[in-house]
């Protein structure tokens, strides 16, 4: 069981360029979820799924975009990067809501 | 008010000691309650989950809440180095559909000095 995998581990950006961030679960986890974590600043939900073909907006959606054809997986696409969307990544992964869980992170850093 | 707060530290202590780390809320629909854990460069992992208010004890941790003064609490017996991680809290309402939704707090930085 690998649980909740994420790739890549890091990517550096060039303003304006795209791309995507893969997330994928093998628990068959119907809720997944898209985090971005700023140093002292939290994790902030950016987009949610509640099961396959059904996706919906967190709190900090502007300037990504998501899609759920499966029930495994999970991807978050960046368009025209911005320098403010460097951050840490995580995808999560939940059967129910408090038990949610965690990929290891994709570290993006936009210049 | 920010729905969440937690004080981020850092916070450092002796190997042995009694840790104590706390998030207060302002949301009173929040119903469950969270602990997390993460380790420098990792994801968070669950630590511990609490409905509604009371204790709850897992070996070395006990979580508190108290909902009547919106305020929770983490407890480490017996802290030792390997317990030096961030602890997130995080907390959801339980309004339907909603309740999978989870906000968090900015984090508690511990040190676990041998």
């Known amino acids: ?111 | 008010q920010k729905e969440v707060e937690q004080d981020p530290g850092p916070l450092s202590v002796p190997e042995g000691a009694i840790v104590s780390l706390n998030c207060t809320y302002s949301n009173s629909a929040f119903q469950y309650f969270m602990w997390y854990r993460q380790y420098s460069r990792k994801g968070p992992e669950l630590l511990m989950y609490t409905y509604s208010s009371g204790n709850k004890e897992d070996g070395r941790f006990t979580a508190q809440v108290d909902k009547s003064s919106k305020y929770i609490s983490l407890f480490i017996r017996d802290s030792q180095p390997s317990d030096s991680a961030t602890y997130l809290c995080a907390m959801s309402p339980n309004s339907g559909g909603s309740n999978y939704k989870l906000t968090f707090g900015k984090g508690t930085l511990l040190t676990v000095n041998p």
Request: hydrophobic share 30%.
């Open chain 1, 1 to 111: 069981n690998a649980g909740v995998t994420q790739t890549p581990k890091f990517r550096i950006l060039k303003i304006g360029q795209s791309m995507t961030l893969q997330c994928a679960q093998d628990m068959n986890h119907n809720y997944m979820y898209w985090y971005r974590q700023d140093p002292g600043m939290g994790l902030k939900l950016i987009y949610y799924s509640v099961g396959a073909g059904i996706t919906d907006k967190g709190e900090v959606p502007n300037g990504y975009n998501v899609s759920r054809s499966t029930t495994e997986d999970f991807p978050l696409r960046l368009e025209l990067a911005a320098p403010s969307q460097t951050s840490v990544y995580f995808c999560a992964s939940s059967p129910t809501a408090e038990t949610q869980y965690f990929g290891p992170g994709t570290r993006l850093l936009v210049l």
